[in-house]
């Protein structure tokens, strides 16, 4: 079976990273870590970090697993969406399972499981409800199928990509299931994303689903700080302001369980400072504040800016004639 729930990327994660500088001076204050996967249907365990570049600066783990049915998990499965989601249902079922026989499938003395004890424990804060999973899916018709293995399983389900979601809006509401989204996506670069529009966002807060907003195409760990003209283009199409900017603060900390994403007593002091609109593509991080610390915004593309500025210093490539 292909699961990958036990995987931990937290080893790998170096807080020294240029990424880390880069994102923070585009606004960015904490992110959630999630691997990917182009072999595993579970892609593993996930952590949050504080962007301030410290040896400490993890501040969460196990807060998702991510999950890839549709034509991801199709693909994965060797082809078929209902392999993936039949291995899916056998892997939480064997969760549910061992929580109940821990002992005894510890032992041995229990029938043989098709998946390993580490990946079984990995699966338990799904299992419990301590965490969510986050399923990956943009076909309406496969939102549908995530909602009933969630309530089959009395899972917390969160949905990412969900280019189709506004056609089935009113089900993601009544299930209460957040949606994970990128605002720009509004082309039929698949089968399973025909349906995609730029008021996506719009129609699913209208029906009263809590919408998160990430940043365009898959390179998130590079363009994190590309959420915000993502969100500015869901409210150019219609999600009231307000929402625009919960969808990439308040939402995301509120449905992760991580610390911020509001201005009010108590909370977490990460605050930005911009130049004008911060859902404006042409406004700029003026001031960055991590736990109430000022931050630096010099990162390696300021950097190459200021030795490049002025070439004829001797700093640029210019040929002479």
Same mark, same amino acid.
């Given at each position: ?44 365990? @996930? ?14 783990? #196990? ?16 082809? @078929?969406?209902?392999? %993936? ?13 061992? %929580? ?41 018709? #496969? ?26 809006? #009113? ?29 996506? %966002? ?20 590079? #363009? ?98």
């Amino acid at each position: 079976m292909q699961i990958g729930t036990a995987y931990d990327p937290l080893p790998a994660y170096n807080p020294h990273s240029t990424l880390i500088p880069f994102n923070r001076a585009g606004g960015v204050t904490r992110a959630l870590v999630i691997p990917g996967s182009q072999h595993k249907i579970f892609a593993g365990r @996930s952590f949050a970090i504080k962007l301030n570049g410290a040896m400490d600066s993890v501040v969460g783990t #196990d807060l998702a697993q991510r999950v890839y049915l549709g034509e991801a998990g199709a693909h994965l499965a060797g082809g @078929s969406r209902a392999v %993936a989601y039949g291995q899916v249902r056998q892997a939480l079922g064997e969760a549910r399972e061992y %929580a109940a026989n821990r002992e005894a499938i510890r032992r041995g003395d229990w029938r043989d499981l098709s998946l390993t004890v580490a990946d079984l424990e990995a699966l338990q804060p799904l299992i419990s409800g301590r965490e969510p999973m986050l399923v990956a899916v943009n076909r309406a018709s #496969d939102i549908l199928q995530a909602i009933k293995l969630a309530q089959e399983f009395n899972l917390r389900l969160v949905v990412e990509g969900a280019a189709e979601g506004w056609m089935v809006a #009113d089900q993601l509401a009544e299930a209460k299931v957040p949606v994970v989204i990128d605002a720009m996506n509004n082309l039929p670069i698949s089968f399973e994303s025909l349906g995609a529009r730029l008021d996506n %966002a719009a129609l699913m807060h209208k029906a009263g689903v809590t919408v998160i907003i990430r940043g365009p195409g898959w390179l998130a760990t590079h #363009d994190a700080f590309l959420s915000r003209q993502s969100a500015g283009n869901a409210v150019a199409n219609g999600l009231p302001y307000e929402e625009g900017l919960k969808s990439i603060s308040r939402n995301v900390a509120q449905v992760f369980g991580i610390d911020g994403g509001s201005i009010e007593p108590g909370a977490v002091a990460d605050i930005v400072v911009w130049s004008g609109d911060p859902l404006e593509v042409t406004s700029h991080a003026e001031q960055v504040l991590i736990d109430g610390v000022p931050q630096s915004l010099v990162n390696r593309s300021t950097r190459l800016r200021d030795r490049y500025l002025k070439p004829e210093q001797g700093h640029g490539f210019g040929y002479k004639h």
